[in-house]
């Protein structure tokens, strides 16, 4: 049976694209078909894993512009990995969300729908506002995971977010699921992060913590998976990937 996730808090720099092209890439390489779909009008998630060239976009299947197989791109160098892309700059998802989804707030959830039956997991990468595109995306997700930065700004985030997506859940009907959070660029040497961490596990949520490392934005700069990465032989560093696996582990049971 398929699975939908979004990572989402409405604030920037946490990790979100990062945490979801990550964890879609440990999905492939773990054998399950897994659709990564850039739902964020900068298409950062697409200039990441895929450099050639591109007819369709997101925005182009939700307008009826092409069919979603005319869309979808396979990540050449990670088996099972596949694209629904944004184009970013000049890209038209942003003027969809701002004219025409308004009029299709359960237009995402359609689509996930028609795709469940191709893909055995699907990742939705948001941009870090809260507007109706985010919103269809939410809705369209079986579980919200919410990433955040071991500082006090993003559990004051954390705390506005919880609040807003019940209003979500009760406005749209929505049964979806919020109960992890991944602390992204984790330092156990600083007290700061310890504190933030204790904070978050004193809530009703599964916290997940995933150590700075910077192989994650040098990988972004080179167009590769960060378990692929290798400069003068090394990659991630190995309490990273242990990391990953578990987390891996836990978002699909």
Request: aromatic content about 8%.
């Amino acid at each position: 049976m398929s699975k939908t996730i979004s990572f989402h808090l409405q604030k920037g720099g946490v990790g979100k694209t990062t945490i979801s092209g990550t964890l879609s890439c440990q999905s492939a390489m773990n054998g399950f078909t897994t659709l990564l779909v850039d739902v964020d009008p900068q298409g950062n998630a697409s200039s990441w894993f895929y450099d050639g060239e591109l007819q369709y976009e997101l925005s182009d299947v939700l307008q009826g512009k092409c069919f979603i197989t005319e869309a979808i791109v396979e990540i050449p160098t990670i088996p099972n990995l596949f694209l629904l892309p944004t184009f970013g700059i000049g890209g038209g998802l942003k003027q969809y969300a701002e004219t025409k989804i308004a009029d299709e707030p359960y237009v995402l959830q359609d689509l996930v729908r028609e795709l469940s039956g191709s893909f055995e997991r699907i990742i939705l990468d948001l941009s870090p506002g809260l507007g109706k595109l985010e919103r269809s995306a939410l809705i369209a997700s079986d579980e919200i995971i919410t990433p955040m930065t071991p500082e006090v700004f993003s559990l004051d985030g954390l705390e506005i977010f919880i609040d807003e997506l019940e209003k979500i859940k009760k406005n749209l009907r929505s049964p979806v699921r919020h109960e992890k959070i991944i602390i992204n660029s984790f330092d156990e040497r600083i007290r700061q992060h310890k504190d933030i961490y204790e904070a978050a596990m004193m809530g009703s949520f599964e916290v997940f913590k995933i150590p700075v490392d910077p192989v994650f934005r040098k990988s972004q700069e080179r167009n590769v998976a960060p378990q692929l990465f290798k400069q003068r032989g090394k990659g991630l560093k190995p309490i990273t990937l242990e990391a990953i696996k578990k987390i891996d582990a836990k978002i699909w049971r």
